[in-house]
Structure formats: structure tokens, C-alpha cells
Nanobody, 121 residues
Framework: QVQLVESGGGLVQPGGSLRLSCAAS????????MGWYRQAPGKQRELVAA???????NYADSVKGRFTISRDNAKNTVYLQMNSLKPEDTAVYYC???????????????WGQGTQVTVSS
């Protein structure tokens, strides 16, 4: 069974840091882009950061300079280091990955179950 499993969410004070992890498991041939999205109450899900298989990154303007996305291809894992957290970063964070399940197959979009990040004093 192919799945994305996230960890690392929690409660943190403004100005604090958290590191999210997302590991892809199961029968996977390769992984294209991986990314993190978030959804706050009453708002649409939005892209936070993404990283290609070659390491190119893309960030939402609201997190540039504070968040860093990285990946370990050997472990099929993507990370999101979040520094200088603000109350407006509070949301459920979802991992996303474009997975290739077999040679010559097209990528399939997978999502994690989500992890809550709450920034509050």
C-alpha cells in the first residue's frame, strides 16, 4: 500500500520553529515533485513550498525566508523546516507527492493525512 505519512506538527509559540517530515512508503519506482500545502479554517488549501526531484524549490511569498523545503531521495522523504513562525501560519499541513509506481508509468498524485500546526502564545 502506497502512502505518505507526515509527522512533526504541534503547538509552538510565535517566533518558534517546527520541522515537518513526510515519508513515502510502499512499492514506489520513483518520485517527481514533492511539496507541502496548508489549509486554515475557512480558507482554501494553498501551496506552501515544493521541490523537484532535482532539488529546485518554490515557495509561497508568505513563507519566503522563513521556511525551507528539502528532500532525501534515498529515504523518499520530504521535510519542511519552519522558523520564525507566526499565528497566521496556523493550519493543517498536507504533504503531496507525484509518485511513479512503475517504469514507464505516469505520475500519480498522493496526499498525506495532514498534520496540525498551531502557532499561539
Amino acid at each position: 500500500q502506497v502512502q505518505l505519512v507526515e509527522s512533526g506538527g504541534g503547538l509552538v509559540q510565535p517566533g518558534g520553529s517546527l520541522r515537518l517530515s513526510c515519508a513515502a512508503s510502499g512499492s514506489i519506482f520513483s518520485i517527481n515533485a514533492m511539496g507541502w500545502y496548508r489549509q486554515a479554517p475557512g480558507k482554501q488549501r494553498e501551496l506552501v513550498a515544493a521541490i523537484t526531484s532535482g532539488g529546485s524549490t518554490n515557495y509561497a511569498d508568505s513563507v519566503k525566508g522563513r521556511f525551507t523545503i528539502s528532500r532525501d531521495n534515498a529515504k523518499n522523504t520530504v521535510y519542511l523546516q519552519m522558523n520564525s513562525l507566526k499565528p497566521e501560519d496556523t493550519a493543517v499541513y498536507y504533504c503531496n507527492a507525484d509518485l511513479i509506481l512503475a517504469r514507464w508509468a505516469k505520475g500519480v498524485d498522493y496526499w498525506g493525512q495532514g498534520t496540525q500546526v498551531t502557532v499561539s502564545s
